[in-house]
């Protein structure tokens, strides 16, 4: 089972790394730790969007094979707030594999997605994943690209229907032209930003969007 957090708090980027806390998250079932947090390695990154009173800090993922309540116990633990959601995982692009708790060298961003009222959850999924998966993919200089479907909210908090990871190059969190792999090409830049932001309007995304820049690690469990 994979449940994901958004977690809110200072010093996040310290404390999600302490090896006590992997340990107690290890002691409980959980076999895969990926932290997810605004550290000072993506604080250039200008696009972030926040539809809560207060920006997302932080963003983790855990494996278990066990339930979530202690899972949630140790992470508000760490954290001033945390919602959480058990999620269903597709993976377009399958993110490279780094060495244990090191740095993946990218830009991670992740969105919070909602259903617009306009759209059937069914729908809403047919558009996203069969329409605008391969034009994400096409326009976007992405190496990891992570689909994380909402099955059921484990804490209470504000409705979140999927959280999207992509990997960009650092560059991207400062240039267009990296972010959209168009080169040093203008209007290829244009092009590629035109359609992209055309598949995002088909399904909503565009909406009710929360948007965070984040350093990405992994940590193996056992």
């Known amino acids: ?10 010093d996040l980027d310290e404390r999600l790394h302490a090896a006590e806390l992997r340990h107690r998250l290890a002691d409980i079932g959980a076999t895969e730790w990926q932290v997810n947090v605004r550290d000072s390695d993506v ?22 094979r066990g339930g979530h309540e202690s899972i949630t116990a140790a992470l508000g633990s760490v954290a001033d707030e945390v919602n959480g959601w058990i999620v269903d995982e597709r993976t377009p692009i399958v993110p490279p594999k780094v060495e244990n708790g090191v740095r993946t060298d990218a830009l991670a961003n992740i969105a919070l997605l909602r259903i617009p009222a306009d759209l059937t959850r069914e729908e809403w999924l047919h558009r996203w994943h069969d329409l605008h998966t391969q034009v994400a993919i096409d326009t976007q200089d992405t190496f990891g690209y992570v689909q994380n479907t909402v099955l059921e909210p484990i804490t209470e908090g504000r409705r979140v229907d999927a959280l999207v990871e992509e990997l960009f190059p650092m560059a991207a969190m400062t240039s267009a032209h990296a972010f959209y792999g168009a080169g040093d090409d203008d209007a290829e830049l244009q092009r590629r930003a035109a ?28």
């Open 1 to 10: 089972m994979k449940l994901m957090y958004a977690l809110w708090g200072a």
């Open 43 to 64: 604080a250039a990154a200008p696009v972030r969007h926040s539809t809560y009173e207060q920006p997302i800090d932080a963003i983790v993922s855990v494996r278990t």
């Open 195 to 222: 359609l992209m932001m055309e598949s995002v309007v088909r399904f909503g995304a565009h909406l009710d969007l929360d948007l965070v820049p984040t350093s990405r690690y992994v940590y193996s469990l056992g």
